[in-house]
C-alpha cells in the first residue's frame, strides 16, 4: 500500500472496528483523492501576541476547543455484558401493609417430589403464567445433556450416577443464579430425599443461595403410581422403586417445609396452591 512520502502510517484495522479517528477512507484506498507530491502542512499559529503584516493587533483570540475523539464502536458481535451471578439472598419481608405478591417478584423455587408427582407439568404450567420471565430448569433434563456413558440411577446407584448427578445440579445451580442476576425468575424441580440432607437440600442451597424457597409436592402413593405407569423410557420406573421412594418422601412431613398433596388436584388448581404457598413463605421465610 503507498502512502504520501512523511505522512505516517495508519495503525492496523481491526476486525469489527471503525477506522482510527483522524484517518481518511482515502489513505486507505490508493487513487480516490490521493495526492501528488508531498502534502501541503499548514503555517504554525501566531505565537500569543504576535502582530506581524496582516496580523490582527491585539490580544489573540482563544483557540477552538480540540475535537474530542468518538466513543469506541462496539466490536459488531451481539455480545451484550451480563451482571455475574452470586447466591440467592434470602427474599426480603414486604411491609406489613402490603399482601405479598408471588406472581410480580423475582423467586428462586425448588420444587420437591417423587417421581410421578407432577413436579415438571406443575413447574412448566407455572412458569408459563407468571408476570415475570421466569426459567424452568429441571435437574433430570441436565443429567440427561450426557449421552454417551450416560449413569442411569435405575441400573444402580454408583460413583458414576452420584458424579453426575452432582455435576448436573451444580449446572442447575450456575444457571439459576445467572438468570436470577438478569431479573428472571427460575423453578427448579428435583426429587431430593429428606434423608439425604448433603446430597439434596444442602447442595441446592449451597449452589444456588439462602433464598431458594423450597416446595413439597406430595400426593398419595396410589396417584403417583397411576402416573408413572403412564411414562415411558427411563423415566419409568417399576411400582417397587415408585413405592420406595413415596415412603422416602414421607420424610418431608414435620421437616418444616410447605407441603402441597395435590392428589385431588389438575395442574392449574397446583400452581394457584404453589402460589398461595410462596406468598406466605416471602412473608416468612423458612429456616431450612
Known sequence: MQHAVGSPLPPPHQPGQEPAVGWSTAAHHPGAGAHQGPVPV????????????GAPSGPVPPAPPRHTPAPPVPDGTGHVPLPPGGPVAVPSTPPATAAPDPAGATLAVLLIG??????????KYWADHRRVPTAHISLDDVREWVRSGFADPQTGWNDHSEAQYRLARRTCGFAARNFLANGIS????????????????????????????????????????????ERSGNRRLTDEEVARIHGRMAGWYGSGLPIIDNSQLDVPGTARVLNDVLARAIASPPNW
Open 186 to 229: 427460575c423453578i427448579l424441580d428435583d426429587a431430593v430425599f429428606p434423608d439425604r440432607p448433603v446430597v439434596g437440600l444442602g447442595g441446592w442451597k449451597r449452589h444456588v443461595g439462602p433464598g431458594l424457597l423450597p416446595v413439597v409436592l406430595l400426593p398419595g402413593l396410589d396417584i403417583v403410581l397411576e402416573r408413572n405407569a
Open 114 to 123: 417423587p417421581a410421578g408427582a407432577g413436579k415438571t407439568s406443575v413447574a
Open 42 to 53: 499548514p503555517p504554525p499559529p501566531p505565537a500569543p501576541g504576535f502582530s506581524g503584516v
